[in-house]
């Protein structure tokens, strides 16, 4: 029986993953207990997640994975799996961090406790990209995300509480998300126009799309809209006021779902069709330029911020600018690296945001001086999602720059390596910062004590960061996940 | 043959302008309202692009869904907004928040 149980849940894995999430989306909508409401997301995730979890590992070591042929739009590729899969488990750190019986401090002047509402939206904006990741074609990529944009928004908006710049914050990613869908739409229409499908496993195949101009055009456009989605300079208006005003739990849910959700998204687009279709190297240099453009400006606006929060989402846009120039370079190698330096922000950003929610969305940067005496869990895992981001050897992001060097150089892209020297000395210079303040300075102002409970509830997602990021001492499993699901294509698994 | 070429063409044209004047009415638009109607300008200009392109019709219904969700919470943004700024216009918002900012920094 259970054998059965399994088997079926693995041949319909996209669907139950997605059953998982969105049934815990909807039950919480009944609930009115918040302790309740956490047990029902967290179980909800865990399944999620668990599930993921066996789709990547039975695809990294080569095992037979089948999929029941269902007429929804889901299939499973090497790229798609792994970025869901490493969705699946931030969502799951996330609602850790979520835990009801801590005082999250949404504004400075009242403490504001989880609402099931807010749990509820953070399922459907995982559900909303791990459908994005599952999806067989353009339509189902842009309903999945759209479903994680707008509940992205959705919980920036009720996040806020007292906060009405909140508000404010909300209506500018929903305005600015409408002309990225916009732009996804366009580029959809393109793509099937000029491919005559806007099926993954069809596109690339289709005669005559690598110089079609009608789908490289298309194409463009939608790594674009992804691009704006994920935060990357100089698409990224949206994200300072989202990260300086919203409440600290839609800082760390969208920070980190929505970004992996959209990055996965791109490397997902250019592993199943630009890198088969062997497209224009204009989509090559495009992807690169946008890249070396999001190192210098996320890495220059990180270096002037002045609020904790905005710091980290502007250190996060430079790291996807790497992501992007990763993926631009357009081999196998690169895109294995691109998955690397995912898991590396996936724990950076993780440890950072959820560092930062326990101090007020405005908390300047002076409100961390001393918090190492105050909070010292929380600092340390601050200190190493800093140093990951700076790619301090031992640490995933050490691994990460050092195979996207590795595997540019070999291409015979030299330049590549100034451009992760460029990245990583402003992020010690940024980064370096944040630990002096934690470490080496005394509070100046007078600094809220971090509660026992606060730090308690954020203990098991900080330490899962943690070991994410120390992750980069033992690599081998990780790399011969990726090395494996760079190579899977769509229509691939049947 | 040659008619359907001028035809799609047109259609593209058309499509582009609508796009352009969307997109300028949200980016520069003074009021939330007007930026509202320029992202409802932009996915209506979306949709006759699709159409045009003779996209499926999933893609379609599709674009029409994401476009109608995203008016409908644009609507209550803007409800909200309203109660709370006292004022949808985009300047009083921008002088909101940094009066905010400059409170919670102090």
Redesign the interface.
């Known amino acids: 029986m259970i054998e059965f149980l399994i088997e079926t849940t693995r041949i319909h894995a996209p669907l139950a993953i997605l059953a998982a999430l969105l049934i815990g989306a909807a039950a919480l909508v009944c609930v009115a207990d918040r302790f309740l409401a956490w047990l029902l997301a967290m179980a909800a995730a865990a399944s999620g997640c668990v599930i993921a979890l066996d789709v990547v590992w039975r695809l990294s070591i080569g095992h037979r994975v089948r999929l029941a042929q269902l007429d929804l739009a889901l299939g499973i590729d090497g790229v798609g799996g792994f970025a869901a899969a490493l969705v699946a488990l931030a969502l799951f750190c996330v609602l850790i961090a979520a835990a009801p019986n801590r005082r999250l401090r949404d504004n400075?002047t009242e403490s504001a406790r989880v609402e099931p509402l807010a749990l509820g939206l953070i399922l459907l904006i995982a559900a909303g990209w791990i459908t994005a990741l599952f999806a067989s074609d353009?339509?189902m990529m842009?309903?999945g995300a759209?479903t994680g944009w707008?509940a992205s928004?959705?919980l920036a908006?009720v996040s806020g509480r007292r906060?009405?710049?909140a508000?404010?914050a909300?209506?500018r990613m929903?305005?600015f998300?409408?002309?990225a869908?916009?732009l996804f739409?366009?580029g959809?229409?393109?793509v099937?126009?000029g491919a005559g499908s806007?099926q993954f496993s069809e596109i690339a195949s289709a005669p005559g799309f690598a110089s079609d101009k009608a789908a490289s055009i298309g194409l463009g456009l939608i790594l674009l809209a992804l691009a704006a989605m994920a935060g990357a300079p100089p698409l990224h208006a949206w994200l300072g006021?989202l990260h300086?005003?919203a409440g600290g739990l839609a800082s760390l849910a969208i920070g980190v779902l929505g970004v992996l959700g959209a990055v996965g998204c791109l490397a997902r687009a250019v592993a199943s069709i630009v890198l088969v279709a062997d497209v224009a190297q204009g989509m090559s240099v495009g992807l690169v330029l946008l890249g070396v453009l999001g190192v210098v400006a996320g890495s220059l606006q990180a270096i002037g911020a002045t609020n904790l929060r905005r710091l980290i989402a502007y250190a996060g846009a430079a790291q996807i600018g790497c992501i992007l120039i990763a993926l631009g370079l357009g081999t196998p190698a690169t895109i294995a690296s691109a998955l690397v330096q995912m898991t590396a922000l996936a724990a950076s950003l993780l440890a950072l945001f959820a560092g930062a929610s326990a101090l007020?969305a405005?908390a300047?940067l002076p409100s961390l001086d001393g918090l190492a005496r105050r909070a010292p869990l929380i600092s340390l895992a601050m200190t190493l999602g800093a140093l990951n981001l700076i790619g301090a050897p031992l640490t995933l992001g050490f691994l990460g720059r050092f195979r996207l060097v590795q595997a540019g150089v070999g291409g015979g892209w030299w330049w590549t390596a100034g451009a992760v020297i460029i990245a990583s000395l402003a992020a010690v210079f940024y980064a370096g910062r944040l630990i002096e303040r934690l470490y080496f300075r005394r509070a100046q102002i007078s600094a809220e004590r971090v509660g026992l409970g606060a730090q308690a509830a954020l203990a098991p997602s900080l330490v899962l960061a943690m070991a994410l990021i120390m992750w980069g001492v033992t690599p081998q499993i990780l790399l011969s996940a990726v090395d494996a699901v760079a190579l899977i294509l769509p229509g691939d698994v049947r | 043959m040659a008619l359907d070429h001028a035809a799609l063409i047109l259609q593209s044209a058309a499509a582009f302008i609508l796009?352009a004047l969307?997109?300028i009415a949200?980016m520069t638009a003074g009021s939330?309202g007007k930026?509202m109607m320029?992202?409802a300008t932009?996915?209506l200009?979306?949709?006759y692009?699709?159409a045009a392109?003779?996209?499926?019709q999933?893609?379609l219904i599709?674009?029409a869904f994401?476009g109608l969700?995203?008016i409908v919470?644009?609507i209550g943004?803007?409800v909200?907004?309203k109660e709370?700024?006292g004022s949808a216009e985009a300047r009083d918002?921008d002088d909101?928040?940094r009066e905010?900012?400059r409170t919670?920094?102090t």
């Open positions: 400075q353009l339509t842009f309903l759209q707008i928004v959705g908006a906060d009405r710049a508000l404010s909300a209506l929903l305005l998300g409408g002309l869908s916009c739409l366009l959809a229409g393109f099937g126009f806007i006021p300086g005003r007020p405005s300047p | 796009f969307g997109a949200l939330v930026r320029g992202l932009l996915s200009a979306a949709l692009a699709l392109l003779g996209a499926p999933s893609l599709a674009a994401a969700c995203q919470l644009g943004l803007m909200r907004i709370d700024y918002l909101g928040d905010s900012e919670d920094q």
